[in-house]
């Protein structure tokens, strides 16, 4: 095999470029599953995140293969600027990214990307005492023809639900054991919960993943902690067990937050909030999301 | 805690029903993950699926929750009814629990039903001999509003992709090495790929999982195969690289052998064709997908 | 390319049998994730289970490659003999599929498969009304030199567990407001739990995966349920409250169950029993486990 | 509920303490999926890995539950010695670790860490110009009776195969086709593999991450790369195909390059290699493993 001759002319078949007399256009052209480091600084703090990214663009019915290292490309500039300067936060990563996919694929219409990673931030515990919980962090960007570029920030948080409707139920069934006042709320199931809120951030606007962290946070029954000490512990179920929440209560719950929160924020901007929780009755979870603009949402719709 | 005193009677507390002064709406409620068994009869073949469900349906303003409870009773429903008469397909199946699901909340505007399943068929190997091949299964039925109920039925198939981007710069680069006539096709880089296509199955119309499959497998560089004797193999990588394909190619040939196979089918009907190639060259993914009418493909678009 | 001369005569390229000076010995070479189908039929049941397979066989030193495809072929005959005639548990099948893998790859002397696969099961609800549920069935069989052939059955149930600790800590830090006599369990922290139990079936003896379901679900602070009426869900609710258990009480139950149930199975029998849960109160797990012979457990190490 | 009168008083239940007559000793009880930056710091460079941790100890049959929070101190003590002064490298955190539960879970006699993190590397491309790519790193540290503490570093590498049986009966069955002198390698089939090398650090030795990266990275038919120009492509894809090799020669070439990068590691020091190939022509996966000491590899065996 050693007498393979490398020919030094670069090679110039540019397959993806082909012409097609009968193709079909493609929504969605990319590559999914990138993994690379993104540099957030915002203020003070700096964080590199360890990000997934996916990107797409669409494709003419004319065109035989988008130019997929054009993506890697884009992505890598946008790493480095990151790893550079640092970049204020991974929506904006997302939404240079996007522009500069519709600049690399001339031909396209549409350009997507989306962005994953797992982010730490310091939270107080039930007693005061800063902690470092795990969150997930999420961005998207979509540009389609010559529409304003959309951007989304999104933080998925785990917490604490205990079910209402059990409370009551054993409340009805099992209450005349008790004496009613003065006393502990009932018993009931409770189980981990995971919620997310994704929303956009409209040009010239800022909206802080920290701040979506709170919201949600502070949307379940109780917050759940990494560490916490035996009394700490009894603090967090007795607060779980005051405020029960449905899987809908926690969305609800959320929504109502960013209203107050964003109270400026347009009317068109979207909002997706979700709620899941792993049951501990049933083998199977609960799930509630509303996917909506704020004008919606702040009508009571 | 033996004193416990049981109540006999039955617990009336329904939480979920209560009314709220100024909830919000929400777009979807319901439970995910739910794993139970469907016996789909067609024809002389019977075949249980083990299922995985999500069921959802929307909640209005006014009420706090909805009757999760109410959702395993209707999936249990339609599960004893395929297991005790057999249903023809899993597309069947999510119409009718979408349908109790509309019946059973009597308050809800939407009703969304998932599945997924294993699913295995005879497929002919290189050399003819039949061999049981392994793929997924997909349905999905919505009810909105007043609207005829959509259900859908689709097919992820694991195949073979070859590279022809890299085929062409291999033969420019190094191809005066080879004798260019009467020779094999040159080296490139092939890796599996998961492709799938999802049809709606409009009201009267029958679109059979069987055939999507075909349909798929048919559109990679190479179906792939449990079993190979070693001339085999070397026939399917032969073929793989006779039949180079980008992802975009998949979706394309799928979208092309959807319009020979269905001519009859509503210009409304909506078909999703996706192609994931597990590219061996990087360590992330080829991505390409097409949402679509039967009629935007047919006009060429 | 259509001038490919396809030569008659049977490749005989048997590159995997190549002699090695200087190779290493592999531990174990082998397929992953094959999926197939697998008749069980006990008594009166049968089931067609969804099996996901993997098989291994050690590689000498002097061995360039195991022949991949014989375990396949191996594969492809259990399941066509379990399709024609049902085996007595997926355990006879990975025994068979293990004795003939030794066969079949005459070289080794090591051996190992593994099988998983979804279960369902009628069990009775709270208030005694049978259901589906799913579970998850699990078998193992080795074969070392010319030792007993070892084969495992084993399950992974769902179920619940509520904390001990919390429960405690709750009554002695706000315990002084409730009347503590004739009254309820205290609230605690409840969450799903995933336990499993694996036993090694002796030649000549029969262990049931439906007795080893029975054991581990009568271990959680309560089973779960897929469908529950409302008062049902409260029975679920106060028993799980009764039954308060951390991670360690719930392995230390199976194994006691597995002393009491099969009191004649030799000392010799390995069992592997483990409980995880998915804490309410925190992001993460809590886990634990015990790997043993019957006779250390009955010695009450 | 707002009576509640919490009391002053700090909670003293120790139920985890409690004494049990007739327990059963538990081979590992602990807190699994625990995520946590880890600051390490390695000549000039530091990195902030986000880890996922599994920490585990025994448990006597006396005792009732092991102290769960006392790992989550633990993590949190090695997280901030990490973060405020940099550790060499994450199987030191994670011997670290090892030690402290040793001491805080003072009945202990098995202590037991397993740290995960994803990585990123500066690696030259095909034409030399470096490109971030990314790995897995993973370390474990043991710690039994009085036994020195064992502590393992390793790496989870994503590469290419070709197959070069595929590559022989290509060439036997269709290689009268062309001209056998002075050409290029017969097509195979090729894929992604995702290979793996776990190694004990012995104490006052030093094994770096990065050095087993290149090892896996050369075990490969050809390393894969994120961005690749077209010629880059074709260099790949020819490399690949100049190397053909499967997962057996993946393990062996990873032992022959670990017996020459550490000569002078003592003979008992453990090694894992292991390879698995997404296979392009199968639905499953092939896979190759050895569990071995550096003595047991270096005679021969």
Known sequence: MAAIK????????????????????LTRVGVTGVKKPVRVVR??????????????????????GSHLSRNLEAINEEVEKSLRSGLPGIEVFAAGLCRSLR????????????????????????????????????????????????????????GMTACPCAMETV????????TMEDCLPMISHNQRNVSSVMMEVPESWDVEA?????????????????VL???????????AHLEPKFVEDVVRTILGKVLERYPDLPDETL???????EESIHKHNAFAERVSTLGDIRSGA
Chains 1, 2, 3, 4 share one sequence.
């Open 6 to 25: 490398v020919m030094d002319i670069q090679a110039s078949a540019d397959v993806q470029n082909r012409r097609l007399a009968k193709g079909f256009m």
């Open 43 to 64: 203020g003070e703090t700096a964080n590199t995140l360890f990000c997934t990214i996916d990107v797409y663009v669409d494709l003419p019915s004319t065109q035989k």
């Open 103 to 158: 600049e690399k694929h001339e031909y396209s219409t549409y350009a997507e990307v989306r962005v994953t990673a797992d982010y730490f931030m310091q939270r107080p515990g039930p007693s005061g005492k800063p902690n470092l919980e795990s969150f997930k962090i999420m961005a998207q960007a979509v540009s389609r023809n010559t529409d304003v570029l959309k951007k989304m920030i999104g933080v998925e948080v785990i």
């Open 171 to 178: 409340r009805e069934q099992y209450g005349s054991n008790v």
């Open 210 to 226: 920290n701040d979506l962290i709170e919201i949600v946070e502070a949307s379940f029954s109780s917050p759940t902690y990494e």
């Open 229 to 239: 000490k035996r009394s700490d512990e009894a603090k967090v179920v007795l607060q």
């Open 271 to 277: 909002v997706t909030a979700r709620s899941e929780s």
